[in-house]
């Protein structure tokens, strides 16, 4: 469980990015984020995983986020997977290595400084990489696979640190509307297989329709809408951007 | 008829200021040529400043001349007097403190500037003034080093009998006062720094050439006696005893080898920890920033320190031989490689590094795994190059008893034995060039 | 899905390049003449070394600024020489602008030129310039023409072929097209190679006085060899210092004259402030 209580963020230059957000995310729940550009969707979600100065209280599974020590945050990272817009790849690294080293908060330092991974953490890297489906791939360059692949390569990542919860940062910003559609269909499906509590943010409104459970609208750092999917309807998408939905909006909208 | 719109002015070029500043320098070179009295000298180059501001269109008041003038005058007085009844050798802090005068004159110059031109930022006051302080205490530095100021008589500074470049003494800081300043003021009127930054580093060149002593007359003069020059060195002696009345052996390879092991040692553990401290001083990867900070300056301030003064240093602490060679190749690799990689880190796509980082890898997991696959390319690359650069350098280090072939150069050039110096500088030709071969062709195929 | 097969090869290439490393290494460590326990010790007397030069005796600091300000000079006189030499022969050991049969023998000159150090060239000046900064100055010239003529080349050969061509279309001589389409190019990052070799020379010219030919290298080796350990610290530090302030100013204008604009670290503000006209 994830609980934000009067969490608010101000950034190093004065930017106040989140203020007094309280929410409950529930273990299993898939949550998708939504919110212009700058309502402060990525910093709600790097204040989960202690990337951002966060204050207020912020915790994940009973452990406090807020004032942890390094070695605490450590701990709260080790079952948080993260996925990113642009991927974060070691480009010159094989997939293998790439998908190793959610890996490394779990092994010991000489290994992990000699490169003598254990078996068993081989093994993880394997299984995350068939349940994305592109195994085949494991000592191909991550830099010579397509955009989608590699998104797929991250959530390997993610899934081999064998997380709790999965935080995805605009998972398929970077991807065409037929790749972005597969990795959301990936993210859904290890959602409902393994039970990971997924937290998305998403910038396109009928992605988030097709594939979210649970809908929390941010605007300008503070949650406006919070409910079910299903009940959402255009009004509320109008409080939650402050305008009329646009084709822009919209992934099929953007495509065409 | 349309009607053409307003053709902009051309930016102010600085070549309008060359006639300015040409003509100044006349005026202050006939004066000073014609008259050595201090208080006269100084008021002509005082005036001469006035003349290049006038035909620059800054300033024709009177009152400005009176003040440049008596200011030079009382500038010139300082100098003689500091210098006066002087002896011995002139020596750097005295140039210094003669020069003190200058530094009112080019504050005046700099004052009358931004007073005349209110758009000029107030800092050229100072500007001028220092600049025109170290114009005139590098000139007369410049003639002590070399020794012309030494056995001066007051008499004789004042008589224009001394001589700094073919001209009295007084007339090149004149020169030097009045260029500078000049200068400095057509410099903030372009708003260009190419003007002062030319004259000042004509300056300096003419300083610097001076005190070296460069002649051209006497490269000719040797490049005409080239022939017997080549006697000494021609043909190169291959042998010789290593004691005297032993048999005469190849004594170059064996210290050779040695040279090589040092370039080895010192390229390898140099480049080794060069690494940590490169992550340091890169801002990606810097653990926290006083880290950053500190690995930056202690950086710069041993890249300050060349080769050779390694070497004596560790061969003062450590004790002659190999040892010292080594610790010094160590820290020339260390200083070259830290810098070169941090750069390449400093531009590494930090993605990696957040990936790693939100995983819950510890410091030195995320370095290895988020960016050294991304730098180590380069990083290979840069430690062939650095490996070519410790060869060369490995070979001077025995001059100050670092072991190696340099102890052996330095040997017998002391006993003139030019033959051998031959044989021992192609020896060290034929290893570079081989060595840079070598390292060109894995280069080539690593890439 | 079948699993593939983790390739042999990045192993193979692991293992090759480790022994490439590693027995090199070991050659060169067993071959030295350096005892295990003066390893040890190395350590401890590096460090008191270092101690015994403090606190620095600063008696005779004029003589050390004088020798400073002689390696400054012989660095200039050097770099001077070494740029106005080196440009011609950059242009004639660029591909694209000589021909294949100059760019050869220039090339090869210039290496032949750049594998001897400067102390190797100025113990060669000896016989023919005597002792002093003069052969110093010679050396370091003569060596700068190496550098910087390959690295005029390489700038050079970086230039955008683009302005040529347009100048040659509308009729340009050769000599046109490498004044108006080339040079305004490479100058600056040329001009910026210049500077960067005056602060190795400095450097240089600071080592070249341990064989006697000017400089402070002269006084430092002077010092230790008569055991003056205040007096070498004095040395050391103000040689760090003048170096140390000419570096910062150096890469402060390279930089500059590089962009085209000011940087944002410190020295190149402090430098800006000085031109900035006054706000109004």
Redesign the interface.
């Known amino acids: 469980m994830i609980r934000f209580t009067n969490a608010s963020v101000v950034y190093p230059g004065g930017l106040k990015a989140l203020s007094g957000v309280d929410l409950t995310i529930e273990d299993g729940e898939f949550v998708v984020i939504v919110g212009l550009s700058g309502a402060g969707k990525s910093t709600l979600l790097r204040s989960v ?1 202690g ?1 951002v100065p966060v204050t207020g209280s912020v915790t994940v599974n009973g452990a406090e986020v807020v004032g942890a020590s390094k070695s605490e945050i ?5 079952d ?3 996925i ?1 817009q ?8 094989t997939v293998m ?1 790439n998908v ?3 890996r ?2 779990m092994v010991p ?1 000489w290994r ?2 000699l490169g003598l991974w254990p078996a068993e953490d081989r093994e993880l890297a394997l299984q995350a990489l068939e349940r994305v489906g592109i195994v085949e791939k494991a000592y191909v360059r991550a830099s010579d696979l397509s955009g989608g692949q590699q998104q797929r390569v ?1 959530i390997a ?2 899934l081999a ?1 064998d997380p709790k919860i999965i ?1 995805a940062d605009e998972p398929v910003a970077s991807l065409d509307p037929v790749t972005s559609h597969m990795v959301m269909r990936d993210l859904q499906r290890i959602n409902r297989e393994l039970g990971i509590t997924t937290i998305i943010n998403l910038h396109f409104l009928d992605l988030a329709r097709a594939y979210g459970k649970r809908l929390i609208g941010l605007r300008d750092g503070q949650v406006v809408y919070d409910g079910d999917i299903a009940d959402v309807n255009d009004d509320d998408f109008r409080e939650i951007y402050g305008r009329a939905i646009t084709p822009d909006d919209l992934l099929e909208g953007a495509a065409t | 008829m349309t009607s053409l719109a307003q053709r902009p002015l051309a930016p102010t070029q600085s070549r309008q200021f060359t006639r300015p500043i040409l003509a100044a320098i006349g005026v202050a070179a006939v004066a000073s040529v014609a008259f050595s009295i201090p208080l006269l000298w100084g008021a002509l180059i005082g005036l001469a400043l006035f003349a290049g501001l006038a035909l620059a269109d800054i300033s024709r008041a009177t009152i400005d001349a009176i003040v440049l003038a008596s200011v030079g005058a009382a500038a010139a007085w300082w100098f003689d007097s500091v210098l006066d009844g002087r002896s011995a050798a002139i ?3 005295i140039s210094l403190r003669a020069g003190l005068g200058w530094l009112v004159v080019g504050a005046t110059v700099g004052a009358i500037l931004v007073l005349r031109r ?6 050229a006051v100072p ?1 001028t003034a220092v600049s025109a302080y170290l114009a005139t205490a ?1 000139m007369s ?2 003639g ?2 070399v020794g012309v100021l030494a056995d001066l008589e007051a008499r004789q500074l004042r008589e224009g009998i001394l001589q700094v470049l073919g001209a009295p003494f007084h007339l090149v800081i004149g020169l030097s006062v009045v260029a500078v300043a000049l200068a400095i003021v057509f ?2 009127l372009a ?1 260009s ?1 190419a003007v002062p930054g030319v004259v000042g580093s004509a300056l ?2 003419l ?3 001076n ?5 051209v007359a ?2 000719v003069a ?1 490049t005409s006696r080239v022939g017997d ?1 080549a006697r ?2 021609w043909p190169p002696q291959w042998t010789w005893p290593k004691t005297i009345g032993s048999e005469p052996t190849n004594v170059i390879i064996e210290p050779m ?2 040279t ?3 370039a ?2 010192g390229a ?1 553990v140099g480049c080794l920890l060069a690494i940590p401290l490169a992550f340091f001083a890169s801002r990606p990867t810097t653990p926290t920033e006083p880290t950053y900070v500190a690995a930056r300056w202690i950086l ?2 041993l ?7 390694w070497a ?8 002659f ?3 010292a060679g ?2 010094a190749m160590i820290m020339f690799s260390l200083v070259i490689m830290a810098k070169l990689f941090s750069e390449t880190i400093d531009s590494i ?1 930090a ?2 590094l ?9 410091y ?3 370095i ?3 960016a050294f ?2 730098v ?2 380069t990083y290979v690359a840069y430690a062939l190059y650095i490996f070519e650069l410790n060869i ?2 490995s ?2 280090i025995g ?2 008893g670092a ?1 190696g072939i ?1 102890r052996l ?2 040997e017998q ?1 002391t006993f ?1 034995q ?1 033959d051998r ?1 031959m044989a021992i ?1 192609i020896v ?2 034929a290893a ?2 081989v060595i ?1 071969l070598f390292s060109i062709w894995v280069r080539r195929r690593l890439l | 899905m079948n699993r593939p097969i983790a390739p042999t090869a990045p192993r193979v290439i692991r293992w090759v390049v480790t022994t490439a ?1 590693v027995v ?2 070991v ?3 067993l ?4 005892s295990l326990d ?2 040890v ?2 350590p401890g ?2 460090w ?3 101690a015994s030069m403090f606190p620095p005796d600063w008696g005779d ?3 050390i ?2 020798k400073v ?2 390696s ?3 660095a ?2 050097g770099t ?1 020489i070494g740029a106005t030499l080196s440009l011609p022969l950059g242009y004639l050991a660029a591909t694209n602008i000589s021909p294949r049969w100059v760019t050869g023998p220039v090339r090869g000159l210039l ?2 030129i750049r ?3 400067e ?2 060239l100025a ?2 000046f ?4 005597g002792l ?3 052969a ?3 050396a370091i010239g003569l060596h700068s023409i190496g550098t910087l003529g390959k690295l005029t080349s390489e700038v050079l050969e970086g230039t955008d072929a683009g302005p040529v061509e347009a100048i040659a279309s509308a009729g340009g001589t050769k000599l046109q097209q490498l004044r108006f389409g080339v040079s305004p190019q490479a100058m600056p990052n040329i001009i910026a190679y210049w500077l960067y070799r005056f602060e190795i020379n400095i ?2 010219s ?2 070249l006085g ?2 006697g030919a ?1 400089g402070v ?1 002269d006084l ?2 002077g010092r ?1 060899r008569f055991r003056e350990w205040e007096k070498a610290g004095a040395v ?1 530090i103000i ?2 210092a003048v ?2 302030i000419i ?2 100013a150096s890469s402060a204008i390279r930089r ?1 004259i590089i962009t085209g604009h000011s940087g944002t670290g410190r020295v190149s503000k402090a430098l800006s ?6 706000a ?1």
């Open positions: 995983n990337l450590r701990a709260i990272r080790t948080i997977g993260m990113f642009t991927f974060n790849l070691v480009g010159r690294a290595a190793l080293m959610g490394l908060s330092r992990s400084m991250g990542r993610a640190q935080l | 020596e750097l802090l209110p758009t000029v930022n107030p800092v500007v590098l530095a410049s002590a080093s410099g903030y708003q720094a300096f060149t300083v610097a050439y005190l070296v002593g460069f002649s006497e490269i040797e020059l000494e060195f080898i040695e090589l092991q040092i080895v040692i390898t710069s301030v890249r300050t320190i060349p080769d050779l003064f004596a240093l560790f061969a003062s602490a450590v004790g031989g190999a040892l080594a610790l796509d993605g990696p957040e990936a790693a980082r939100t995983s819950g890898a510890r030195t997991q995320v290895q795994y988020g696959p991304q180590l390319p060369r350098a070979v001077v001059v100050v072991g340099g150069l330095d050039r003139f030019w110096v500088v060290i030709f570079v060039i840079e | 490393i090199p290494f050659w060169a460590a071959g030295l003449d350096v003066r390893l010790e190395a007397a590096i008191s070394r270092v600091i004029s003589e600024l004088g300000l002689e400054v000079n012989v200039w006189v001077i290496s032949a594998a001897f150090p102390l190797v113990i060669m000896i016989p023919a310039f002093g900064p003069f110093a100055t010679l450097r240089a600071a080592v341990v064989i000017g290298g430092l080796i230790l050391l040689t760090v170096v140390l570096d910062f500059r402030l000085l031109v900035r006209p006054r109004t």
